[in-house]
């Protein structure tokens, strides 16, 4: 990473369970990276009384001492019950679900609206909160941004200590993900997206529309038009080398060297190993259902 990079203000965007020491011995690996992090973001469930509770308070008074003391601000975000308003107690249902990802995906979007690097850590709390952490990644994220897990292990695992010292079984490591931006510039817009349903939609959409792009260049610019009439057969009504040779009134040998000839292309247009009938089928279905020109 390239220092003009390091100087970009940065904020770390973390799950919580029962131990704060995921949080605070994330941080510290990272300001010992030279970080420039202002700001920890905590994602977590509450409900009185438990260890989630407990952790929280523990953080919170973390970030009232050294070695945070005006230096990193904390906001601690609960995750919000979307009928009462009030935080939720645990991830379980179809409604907690769809609460825990718009709030891991608005407050990751609000950071990157402001210009800032984002640092997520997805070690804390529920598994359910690290897929929607991965997810908002994917959706979200550049190249400069990081998604991390923690490691920890030995005597400062157990001694449940916030911060990391020389020689204690502690540290970070990065989750390689696939930035949907990167996939795709058209991607890019997701950015613009404050809804993590909507930009999934999005992305299905835009995914859907590429598919049907890329095919309809390879049937229109790569097949002769020959090809493309014996191609369309195949694919819109399945029929054998036989019926097609019947339909077109030509030998099935043409026809046959004509699919052959399909095959290769294709297999060149969507750099595959090789193409064969069932899977030219697959990859021009959709182009078929929806194009508007008939070749026979």
């Known amino acids: 990473m390239s220092p003009a990079v390091k100087t970009r203000a940065a904020k770390l965007v973390a799950t919580l369970g ?15 990276q030279g970080e420039p992090v202002s700001q920890v973001i905590v994602i977590h469930t509450f409900a009185p009384g438990t260890p989630v509770a407990q952790a929280v308070k523990e953080l919170e008074l973390a970030f009232t001492q050294p070695p945070y003391l005006d230096r990193v601000r904390l906001s601690m975000q609960p995750i919000i019950h979307p009928e009462n308003g009030q935080p ?3 991830v379980q249902t179809p409604d907690d679900t769809r609460a825990a990802f718009q709030a891991f995906y608005r407050q990751v979007h609000a950071a990157k609206s402001d210009g800032s690097r984002v640092h997520l850590s997805i070690a804390g709390g529920r598994k359910t909160l690290a897929v929607f952490g991965m997810a908002t990644a994917q959706l979200l ?12 292990a030995g005597e400062f695992l157990q001694s449940k200590r916030l911060h990391p010292t020389p020689g204690d079984q502690v540290h970070l490591i990065s989750i390689p993900f696939i930035q949907w931006s990167q996939v795709s510039p058209l991607m890019g817009s997701l950015a613009q997206v404050s809804d993590p349903y909507e930009a999934v939609e999005r992305v299905s959409q835009m995914r859907l529309a590429e598919k049907i792009a890329h095919a309809r260049s ?33 030998s099935p040998r043409t026809v046959e060297g004509q699919l052959r000839s399909a095959y290769s292309k294709a297999a060149a247009h969507w750099e595959l190993e090789g193409v064969n009938r069932n899977t030219l089928i697959a990859l021009l279905n959709l182009y078929f259902q929806t194009a508007n020109s008939k070749f026979v």
């Not at 029962?18 to 010992?32: C, G, I, K, N, Y």
């Not at 994220?141 to 920890?152: A, I, K, Q």
């Open 141 to 152: 994220f550049d190249d400069d941004d990081r998604l991390w897990h923690l490691y920890s």
């Open 18 to 32: 029962t131990e704060p020491q995921v949080v605070t011995a994330t941080l510290d690996l990272l300001l010992a």
């Open 88 to 90: 939720l107690h645990d």
């Open 218 to 250: 390879f049937v229109l610019s790569s097949l002769t038009p020959a090809e493309r009439r014996v191609v369309a057969l195949l694919v819109q009504e399945g029929l054998s080398d036989q019926e097609i040779a019947s339909r077109l009134v030509v």
